[in-house]
């Protein structure tokens, strides 16, 4: 049974810094795109940033970009996300997703086949 597990999620006042991980059993990731996704409520499922198999490119949503890193251990089949000045508007369950068709940083949902149960993050103003 292939599972994702985030955690690091937690409430934090604007400005300040989270580390999100997300370790991946059942199956490896090595050879294929993994990426974070957040959920606030009343709002849909949105990218937030993607690393592709290696490791070497990354793309990240225009409303992270600067304040957050997405980086992966192979050998431990885990990712991670490295979010810096936060803000209120980044409140949201952050979803991690693994891909089992791209190799490349994808920002579709859709390129991803599994998915983690979320971990929460709020941002206090």
């Known amino acids: 049974q292939v599972q994702l597990v985030e955690s690091g999620g937690g409430l934090v006042q604007a400005g300040g810094s989270l580390r999100l991980s997300c370790a991946a059993s059942?199956?490896?990731?090595?050879?294929?795109?993994m990426g974070w996704f957040r959920q606030a409520p009343g709002k849909e499922r949105e990218f937030v940033a993607a690393?592709?198999?290696?490791?070497?490119?990354?793309s990240y949503a225009d409303s992270v970009k600067g304040r957050v890193t997405i980086s992966r251990d192979n050998a431990k089949n885990t990712i991670f996300l490295q979010m810096n000045s936060l803000k209120p508007e980044d409140t949201a369950v952050y979803y991690c997703?693994?891909?089992?068709?791209?190799?490349?940083?994808?920002?579709?949902?859709?390129?991803?086949?599994?998915w983690g149960r979320g971990t929460q993050v709020t941002v206090s103003s």
């Open positions: 997703a693994g891909s089992t068709t791209s190799s490349n940083a994808s920002p579709s949902v859709r390129d991803y086949a599994y």
């Open positions: 059942g199956r490896t990731f090595s050879g294929y795109a």
């Open positions: 690393i592709n198999w290696s490791g070497m490119r990354t």
